[in-house]
């Protein structure tokens, strides 16, 4: 979806003003703004200038959640379960569904999963593993 940083970010703002300005948007602009809209508490982010959205380091050692990264997480679990990749993991979204009060909630849970994955394939300068992500996925039950 996203190259960089600073165009990951763009794209956000490009979604947030367009729908301001109540322009019509595609299907990816339309996931990341339901995005958006089930995150009021960045609404207020998103309407700053772009220089100093780019600008901006959000230091979780500060007790700090980047806003950018939180959504785009949220994406990227949407559009696992969209592609059914890794192979299993619609199948399991849907088993877990019943289980919990919305959506977003088994997405956060979920997004615990997949950062872990991301921190170890980071760690082992590796790919994720797909394997274990689904592994733990599996554990949410």
């Known amino acids: 979806m996203i190259q960089d940083r600073d165009s990951g970010r763009t794209f956000f703002l490009e979604v947030w003003a367009k729908y301001k300005r109540q ?3 595609e299907s990816l ?13 960045y609404h ?14 959000f230091l979780p050692e500060a007790g700090m959640t980047n806003p950018f990264l939180h959504m785009g997480m949220h994406i990227t679990i949407l559009e ?18 019943p289980g919990y009060p919305s959506a977003h909630d088994l997405e956060h849970s979920m997004m615990e999963c997949l950062g872990e994955a991301l921190w170890q394939a980071q760690r082992n300068n590796t790919l994720p593993d797909e394997s274990q992500y689904l592994e733990q996925v599996k554990q949410l039950r």
Do not use: F
């Open 44 to 57: 207020e982010i998103l309407c700053q200038d772009e220089k100093e959205i780019a600008a901006m380091e």
């Open 23 to 25: 322009a019509p948007l």
């Open 80 to 97: 696992q379960i969209g592609s059914n990749r890794p192979p299993g993991i619609t199948a399991l979204y849907k088993q877990l569904l």
């Open 29 to 41: 602009e339309k996931m990341v703004l339901d995005v958006i809209l089930q995150h009021p508490e």
